[in-house]
């Protein structure tokens, strides 16, 4: 597994990493052994970052991985976790007092003095523009409560924006061959400042899976279900904001360009990857089974898939199907 600096913090992490929403909740119910069972597969891959929330499953996600970790002292593992969301996304609410708590429950949660690496949870961008967000977050790393920050983020200008401060380590942003649009600015930007680039949803809610018909269904509480229009959070977190069935036609015409042997969620993991200024792609897995096929996603880096190849496909099909669409909007 390739490893890749972690910013200026001197910490290197897989360029797979594993996506740790589906252990909490909003995508059905996921055992605690089931979820163990996930992150121990990772690791015998290579991975070394975990990526989590307080909020997903109000800490559970947390929780789990606090335990596994404890278990294994010594290990290489960076654990990012993110804060913001337990309170309505109002600017007041980003204040060094709820930050200093939320990370004091991120600590007990995951069973650590320092945390490794706090984004803020895509909060609105007055937060991202204030001096006083940042201000507040140097102090927590000055008091040793975490190691590092970033930003997790919606749009390309938030994410612009989060570069120009000096002390963010990272920025988490929406990659994948529906979401084409951070590789204009996003990735150019941060690989002169620097700062490390996480790209979430990359395999667009599964969509990009290879799976998934127009008559699939989703159980009641998958926000795969309940937020496709927007009706819980943004829009672009399910399905990276493309209309359904648009993007069921897109992946199968994907899918179609790759070689016998070649399947898609590999062929969108290690395309994005390969993109110059991307530190680590964060896939989520509810199994084993997927936890292992993220992983060795990596191995296309090295040869004997034709990147340049697919990379056309991603480009015309983004063209044709989506950008019209998607690239006003975020």
């Not at 938030?158 to 979401?179: C, D, E, K, M, Y």
């Not at 490390?196 to 009641?220: C, E, N």
């Not at 062929?267 to 390969?274: K, M, P, Q, R, T």
Request: aromatic share 6%.
């Amino acid at each position: 597994m390739h490893q890749r600096p972690l910013g200026h913090t001197g910490r290197n992490v897989s360029v797979i990493g594993l996506g740790t929403w589906q252990l909490g909740a909003d995508w059905g119910a996921v055992t605690e052994e089931d979820a163990t069972a996930v992150l121990a597969a990772s690791v015998e891959q290579g991975v070394t970052l975990f990526d989590t929330a307080d909020v997903y499953g109000d800490g559970r996600s947390e929780s789990i991985i606090g335990r596994f970790l404890a278990q294994r002292p010594g290990h290489d593992i960076t654990v990012a976790t993110k804060m913001g969301r337990r309170m309505p996304q109002e600017p007041e609410n980003y204040s060094p007092d709820n930050f200093r708590a939320w990370t004091e429950r991120s600590r007990r949660n995951l069973g650590v003095d320092t945390l490794d690496l706090v984004q803020l949870h895509c909060p609105p961008s007055a937060v991202i523009e204030a001096d006083g967000t940042f201000d507040a977050l140097d102090a927590l790393v000055a008091e040793g409560a975490i190691a590092a920050y970033g930003v997790s983020v919606e749009t390309v200008s938030q994410a612009l924006a989060a570069i120009s401060r000096p002390g963010v380590t990272n920025v988490q942003i929406i990659v994948n061959p529906f979401r084409l649009k951070p590789l204009d600015e996003v990735l150019p930007a941060a690989a002169t400042a620097g700062v490390a680039v996480f790209a979430r949803v990359p395999l667009a809610s599964g969509l990009l899976s290879g799976r998934y018909t127009s008559d699939t269904a989703f159980s009641s509480d998958d926000h795969r279900s309940y937020n496709r229009h927007g009706e819980a959070f943004d829009r672009g977190e399910t399905f990276s904001g493309v209309d359904y069935d648009t993007g069921v036609a897109a992946a199968s015409e994907l899918a179609a360009a790759l070689p016998e042997g070649v399947t898609l969620p590999a062929a969108s993991l290690a395309w994005i990857a390969a993109q110059n200024g991307i530190t680590s792609v964060i896939p989520g897995a509810r199994n084993v089974r997927q936890a292992r096929s993220n992983a060795a996603a990596a191995d296309l880096l090295d040869g004997g898939f034709d990147l340049a190849a697919f990379d056309a496909a991603v480009r015309r099909v983004y063209d044709e199907r989506l950008r019209a669409e998607i690239h006003p909007q975020w």
